[in-house]
């Protein structure tokens, strides 16, 4: 069994506190969905936290293939590269004749969910003060992410059908960049909870899309926080890469210098205050 240590950010004496409970999963019942771990981005800063982060993802991976846990990779947009490998032909084999049914009561769950501050238009860059060229850049996954001869690759709504014929439970999905792609995709979290998928995000091997020194957090890393602290809050739980190596370690970007990381209540009330600050202003950008 793969023994879990989950986080959720949960209200408690009227307080946001992030609440921790243990989980075990049947590893032959579980998956791994790699999210846009591209070759290149558009955005410098991106490419390079992409590249940063794959070793130890792949680490990841390597740990969980051993287990039994069926590995899939979804590189958008990049499947003409793919077309002719078993991996990507395998998820329509398995696809074919699954149908996916939504759940009424995930459905609710999902249309609770207020929106981002920022960040779903694609156009962010941390690069300023002058940004990058916005452009297709990517053309495959980055190589340092091994693609095994058991695994399984796609970006559409097929790859959850090929789960769901493959008697996979869980899901832990891990990659960029989570206020986008992760969240959004065909494979992306709203799916996975929508379709009834238990769904953990891996909170140290993510990334978010910001406008470099983006209010009201500032601080890249920080800006990130909000956004894993958000998916805790409205769709899912999440985990460390730590808890499923076996090391119990979290990974770090080397220029997240923070010295001090906001609590959810702090980040919650640094979101409430800009809101107000910003008042009509933010309702027109929203």
Known sequence: ?????LQSSEIIDGKYIRKHYNES???????????????QHWCISATKNVAEMAPRMNEMLCVLRKKGVQIVHAPSETMNFYEDIPQY??????????????????????????G???????????????????????????????????????????????????????????GVHTNMCVIGRYFGIRNLVRYG???VLTRDLTDCRVP?????????????DYVVWYVEKYLCPTVVSGELIGDGKTFRFEEDDRSEILTAQQLEDTMNEWKMAMGGEYARKN
Not at 1 to 5: F, G, N
Not at 138 to 158: A, H
Not at 212 to 224: I, N, R, V
């Open 212 to 224: 470099h020194g983006a209010e009201p957090f500032k601080h890249h890393y920080t800006s990130l």
């Open 1 to 5: 069994m793969i023994e879990l240590t």
């Open 89 to 114: 032909k395998n998820v329509f084999r398995l696809a074919e004749g699954i149908e996916l049914v939504a759940m009424t009561e995930k459905e609710e769950q999902l249309k609770k969910e207020p």
């Open 197 to 199: 998928f238990n769904t």
């Open 116 to 174: 981002l501050l920022f960040g779903d238009k694609g156009l962010e860059c941390d690069c300023g003060p002058i940004p990058c060229i916005n452009r297709k850049a990517w053309s495959k996954q980055i190589n340092t992410l091994k693609i095994e001869p058991e695994d399984l690759l796609g970006d559409s709504i097929d790859v959850l059908k090929a789960l769901k014929a493959k008697g996979i439970e869980n899901v832990i999905i891990t």
């Open 25 to 39: 999963w049947d590893p032959t019942k579980t998956a791994v969905i790699i999210s846009d771990m591209w070759d």
